[in-house]
């Protein structure tokens, strides 16, 4: 492979970058020989580069389809920003607009393409696709093809033949938010069962997840942003009126806020998000409407004003703080009253089967808010996916509760999910072990079970906050395909036979936790001179506005960071720092090595 297709050379050409992150250059590898893949990555983890390389090594055009305008704009603004050919093709263009991108893709200028699925699956476009040479087809957040998956959208269904018109091309699919069942389901779909899986994992160590008891929650959330006036944030809430109330106090307050909602004009809506990602709005205060595949790097923190509906949501939309790798703290905000409001919503639903599903969904999103646990070890479990230790980076790590020897109470309750035949729920179990005289109960004669009534002393929320941490734990799963039946896993073996004893938390019931104030969020774990980072941070925002594109296309946060920390004094210096790819270095080198010189020699003191 020549030097120009080597996927380790286009990472530091293209995009500045030195080395891969974990599973990137196996995926890149496999998508340049011709395989399919799937890949689930966290928000963050470098997603977009696994088809972006490929696109640029392979001959042909690199298609991409995406289910949102905005993502497709900021995604094609990056890429063009490193000097890649790049367009998007949505009703957001004129059709004097349309045909220049068409007619440019059909002179193969294009090196990749962002469509959306409806247009791509017109059979008309289809038809065209078949004349031109595709290096690719890349499937951005293909949960959404899943009826498992949390945003099911019925245009993906249609992307299922893509494997058949195009037998030759390889397909990639990525997602990162997808629990096993709904993965297996995307992989049917798509027709990628054979296809390589990559799982890079869920793990995003560099938040932290706080949640705080629901008490006048706009007087928590005013508490929570006033150490972060100068940072940019996301606060979801359930309802327009909801959202439009918030964004008009925090107004009021002299705080840039804005509202984002589908109640609003398009127009609007994009003047908002493009607000936001220029750093003119601070705060945006949103419906779940805002943010799939948002590129902004630098959000700092993500606070639920109300309860998601289901983890997969709440995860990819935490997922949208601190993609750039740096500190950044989400903030759920959880009553009782959420609880009844959003099972409300969700009972109206007609479709019974998929009721069902969301309502799982919905207690084990109740599970998280109320787990005594590490909130990063439930959220993972959750995913498949455990953790050895605590995190240390979560509200009940730092303010942990009480603990005890649990070990009985666990194999109590272990056991009374065996004698029931691991096919039945946690409510269910919680009776039997309590002893509860219910006609369904005496039916199925689980009265005669040995651990019928062995668990009268605790009280059915201890009971419930012990299965909980029981799951949490990974010594129980829960299959929420099946009514949400709760199953023993090998690891409950040793536990049930006395080989190894089990600390628990005790529930805090109707307690209200201690508010520890968060630490304050370093940009860097290796420290930078703030003044230079300040003068380099006004020198992108005045590129930025002279280019009509967002500040952190120009450079992100970790990129000037580092640049403030190692002060380059030349153009080989610069291709150091992560980020600066050769592009970015012939069009702004002079003018950020001109604003670091100068501090320099206004420094007297400096080596």
Known sequence: MSS?????????????????????EQIIDALVRGQDAFVLMPTGGGKSLCYQIPALIRDGVGVVVSPLI????????????????????????????????????????LELLYIAPERLMQPAFLERLHTLDLALLAIDEAHCVSQWGHDFRPEYVALGELRRHFPGVPVIALTATADPQTRNDVALRLGLADATRYVAGFD???????????SRPYEQLKTFLATRRQETGIVYALSRKRVDEVAGRLQAEGIAAGAYHAGM????????????LRDEVRVIVATVAFGMGIDKPDV???????????????????????????????????????????????????NEEQKRVELHKLNAMVDFAEALTCRRRVLLNYFGEHLADD?????????????????????????????????FGLQHVIQVLRGANTERIRRLRHDQLSTFGIGTEQSEDAWGSILRQLLHRGYLVQDLANYGVLQLTERARPLLRGQESLELARPRVGAVQKKKRPASIELSKQPHDEALFQALRELRRRLAEDQ???????????????????????????????????????????????????YRDASPGEA
């Open 300 to 350: 700092r923190y993500v606070v639920h004003y109300d309860l998601p509906k289901n983890i997969e949501g709440y995860y990819q939309e935490t997922g949208r703080a601190g993609r750039d790798g740096l500190a950044s703290e989400v903030l759920l905000l959880y009553g009782l009253r959420d609880v009844v409001m959003v099972r409300g919503l969700l009972e109206t639903s007609e």
């Open 548 to 598: 009509g594109v967002p500040p952190y296309v120009v450079f992100g946060d970790a990129t000037l960071a580092q640049m403030a920390r190692l002060k380059p004094d030349d153009d080989n210096g610069l291709l150091r720092i992560s980020g600066v790819g050769e592009h970015k270095l012939s069009r702004y080198g002079n003018d950020f090595l001109a604003v670091i010189n100068e």
């Open 391 to 423: 995190c240390g980076n979560c509200d009940v790590c730092l303010n942990p509760p009480m603990r005890y020897d649990a070990t009985v109470d666990a194999q109590k309750a272990l056991s009374c999910v065996y004698r029931v035949g691991q096919r």
């Open 4 to 24: 120009d297709r080597d996927p380790l050379t286009t990472l530091r050409r293209v995009f500045g970058y030195t080395s891969f992150r974990p599973f990137q």
């Open 204 to 214: 995003r160590p560099n938040i932290r997840y706080t949640m705080l008891e629901k």
């Open 265 to 276: 004009s398009s127009e609007n809506r994009q003047r908002m998000q493009e607000a936001f």
């Open 70 to 109: 905005s993502l497709m704009k900021d995604q094609v603004d990056a890429l063009r920003a490193n000097g890649v050919s790049a367009a998007y093709l949505n009703s957001s263009l004129s059709p004097q607009g349309a045909r220049e991108v068409l007619t440019r893709l059909h002179a193969g200028e």
